[in-house]
């Protein structure tokens, strides 16, 4: 499993390679935006990291350079105070963030999440079952505890859009695309009032969630395990 | 209040009238009583009665008017007292008659002018007075140069009876300037203009117009003029020492608030550094075994540090950006029920035994607000709250509305703050009573404060039923200002 570690300094890139190494993971480093698409190019790595504060290169451009030939999952490493890069990294296509500093337990889960996600890529399971829920893709059909949920559709393909990125930061603009259509992307108050009704509808608490994190001015996260 | 002319003892074409009039009634009488007395037992009469003619003349018109009326009552006398007789000195007499009617003209009209003169200046002299009593009382009211400036054109448009009036002047490289105007007046008449200065420095100038074809200034008024400002040159100068002043404090204040920071800074960055450091050194000596507990306790305590460390620079950032003026929400419609619950749903795992209890109104409104700058809000307080609760104590948050605000509650069971200290907390560095295990940074509530502000929101403490401390802020359902 190889793992490209994008960031300038070279104590964070010891850092992450010695704790990723140590859980099996094989790391390339490199210290430049440049440097960083042309190792994703010809590397392949499985998993990126990829700091935003990068010396030659705005991070959000090297995700659009290497989103323009791979799929492989970017996690984002950002200082809290790049709230609005970190937003307009995700709408770019990253994956997921961490915010420095960070803990390495953070780093390790959210990389499994990402590489567990690509494993499974489009799901080919018809169903996917979480707990006492579950999705029926092909039929669009929702249970919880053996009783079928009565969704709208538009509840019905917001819950599709989370159940299929488990774990991932879903942004406000994404989700609005992904399900309202192209057209859309800052009618943050649409959005909000379909996760109320569907988190009503999924007996989740906003504030002790099971399934549907907030992640307030970012966006939504499917935090339900499968199984 | 006005200020007039002094009147001037000059021959004026009044002084002239009254003289004649006086001379012309004395006459007339003087014939009618001669006629009553044939011929010679009424000489004395007729001196007497142009006597009384030149008194009046001075005592009414002044000593001019006195002057014709002895004139006219020199001539006079001879002709009626020797009819026909064509106009001649006749008599020793009537040369006596004749300098005796200018002396008495001459003495009344002197003593009366002097005193109607006496009385005049007195009069103007108590408006001079009031007029400057007034502007300074209006001046060294303690106002800034400005109001100041403001003041003395309005103050001096009326008695002066000017069109214009301004002020300009230069205080510490400072250009000011004050302009006062009497409406429905054109202005174009006569000029004035009165250098401003204090100590021999020159501030500037006042200029002052009247109305087209009004009457000059006279020397007198131009000498008030200068009295009145240099009243106000005074005042001016008081007002901007006593800017100052305020600047000297104000900068004392803050040189002592970059103290404490300074100090609290250090030692707030150094202490978790020092047990980091501790902790790093002591897993890395070789000379010593630590066991497995040994060595997580020693990891656990580096990784509460780095935390705190962490917290305290991102806490010291915010309020770099706050007091830069950088702190600039960037609004969007928000659901603070929404934050509120994402907080919670946050904090919940890292605060041990104390609990959270989350009540949100029904039918709450979106606002126009920052949710990452909210989250902080609703995160420093948790922090806050949760730092000051006993262990298994609750603390309560309340999100609800009250008339055109979203109004959240946040209330911990701890001690409470004294009343005299409420306003404080919200000041960078301050601690209150805390636990030395678990410090704060003395930031959050600060920053909190900040950004309630910048939503255009008031925050305050209460105090609970149980003795404990409730945070509540309002946020403004519309967009008011900053």
Known sequence: ?227 | MRVSDPVQDQISFPAVLVGVIAAACGAVLAILITREFEPDGAAGVAVAIFMLAVTVAAVSGGIWAGIIAALLSSVALPLIEHPGAGFQFEQFRDVIAAVVFLAIAAVVGLVVGNAAAERRRAGEREREARLLAFLSSKLLSGDLPDRVLDELVSVLLEPFALATCTVQVTLDGQEMSATAKREGVEPGGPTEIVPVVVASIPLGTLTTERPIKAKPFSRREHELLEAATRQAAVALDRARLDARARLAQLDAETNQLRAAMFSSVTHDLRTPLASIKAGVTSLLDTTTVHDAEQQRDLLLTILEETDRLNRLVGNILDLARIRAGALIPRRASTDVEEVAEAVVARMRPQLGTVLLDLQIADDLPEIPADPVQLDQVFTNLLENASRHSPPGGTVRIHVGRDDGAVRVRIADEGPGIPAAQREKVFEPFYRGREDPERPGSGLGLAIVRAIVTAHGGNIWIEETAAGGTAVVLDLPIEEGPA
Do not use: C
């Open chain 1, 1 to 227: 499993m190889k793992v490209l570690v994008v960031d300038d300094e070279p104590q964070i890139r010891r850092a992450l390679r010695t704790s990723l190494e140590a859980h099996g993971y094989v790391v390339e480093t490199v210290g430049t935006g440049d440097e960083g698409v042309v190792a994703a190019a010809g590397q392949h790595p499985e998993l990126i990291l990829l700091d935003l504060g990068l010396p030659d290169m705005d991070g959000t451009e090297v995700i659009k350079r290497v989103r323009a030939f791979s799929e492989v999952p970017i996690i984002v490493l950002s200082v809290r105070e790049g709230q609005g890069d970190k937003v307009a990294a995700l709408d770019a296509g990253a994956d997921d963030y961490v915010t420095k500093p960070f803990g390495m337990e953070e780093v390790l889960a959210r990389s499994r999440a990402a590489l567990r996600r690509r494993g499974v890529g489009e799901p080919e399971a018809p169903s996917l079952s979480f707990g006492t829920l579950e999705v029926d893709l092909a039929k669009q059909l929702v249970t919880l505890d053996g009783e079928q949920l009565h969704l709208t559709p538009t509840e019905y393909s917001l819950l599709e859009a989370l159940v299929t990125n488990p774990g991932k930061l879903l942004t406000h603009q994404w989700l609005l695309r992904r399900v309202w259509g192209q057209g859309y992307g800052t009618e943050t108050t649409y959005l909000r009032t379909y996760i109320r009704a569907l988190r009503k509808k999924l007996g989740d608490d906003a504030s002790a969630p099971g399934m549907i994190v907030t992640e307030p001015g970012v966006g939504y996260r499917w935090i339900a395990e499968t199984g």
